[in-house]
């Protein structure tokens, strides 16, 4: 199955990938956390991004382009994949259109107030990656990963300024895709606003067991 996530920051999109990873048995490919890996691995790409990533700007489409296909190009992503947080400019679903043929894009549906309440309380464990909410799913000692101890991290871009500008990077930027894979017939709708077992059962409706 080829699908891509497609919604605003903060619907819950890599919570929901992890879930649906585990359960199709395909890769779950993040943009967002494949260039936080570079950063952190300060690669020269790392090094490139990191204040793009920070301010909460969308990364060249030549650059993102490139990362993607290199890895829809290793042996795990050749029968299926969830593509998360790409595309996001029309540009990259031009290019992605010539790379492979998706089977859905999945549209997360949420509103502002609520994206903006999960951003500004999310908070990641740096070593597993590992997403919480101060409120809706807090870690079971404040402040610290369940299984690493870890003290958790806020990301520079749920600060919020980044906030702002990501919600305004997504409107202008990456909604007209909506449209775009709607004149495809490719595009399901789901309710991104319940709990996240909740939203995995509602996209086992649309994709199926
Ligand atoms: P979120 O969906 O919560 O905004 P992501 O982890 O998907 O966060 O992405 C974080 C950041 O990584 C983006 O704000 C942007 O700077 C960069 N990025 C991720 N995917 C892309 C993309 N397809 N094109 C350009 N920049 C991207």
């Known amino acids: 199955m080829k699908l891509v996530f ?7 999109k ?14 779950h490919i993040s943009t967002g956390e494949l260039f936080r890996a570079h950063i952190k691995g300060h690669t020269p790409l790392g090094l490139e991004v990191e204040a793009i990533l920070g301010r909460g700007d969308l990364v060249p489409d030549d650059i993102t382009v490139e990362m993607v296909r290199t890895r829809l190009c290793e042996a795990d992503a050749r029968s299926g ?18 790379m492979v043929r998706l089977d859905k894009v999945v549209n997360f549906v ?3 107030e609520v994206i903006i309440a999960r951003l ?3 908070r990641v464990c740096p ?24 003290p958790l991290i806020q990301r520079d871009d749920d600060r919020p300024e980044a906030i702002h500008n990501r919600l305004e990077v997504y409107q202008r930027q990456t909604f007209p895709l909506i449209e775009y894979y709607r004149t495809r017939s490719l ?23």
Do not use: C, M, W
Request: negative net charge; glycine residues 10%; proline residues 10%.
């Open 187 to 209: 595009v399901v709708d789901i309710d991104a606003s319940p709990t996240p077992p909740e939203v995995f059962a509602s996209l086992e409706v649309v994709l199926g067991r």
């Open 81 to 98: 994949f969830i593509l998360d947080g790409f595309p996001r400019t029309i540009a990259q679903a031009d290019a992605l259109d010539q």
């Open 120 to 122: 500004s309380g999310r």
């Open 110 to 112: 949420l509103d502002e």
């Open 6 to 12: 497609l919604g605003p920051p903060g619907a819950g």
């Open 14 to 27: 890599g919570t929901i990938a992890a879930l649906a990873r585990e359960h199709y048995r395909i890769p």
């Open 127 to 150: 070593v597993t990656g590992k997403i919480y909410h101060l409120t809706n799913n807090p870690p079971k000692i404040d402040g610290v990963d369940d299984e690493t101890g870890e």
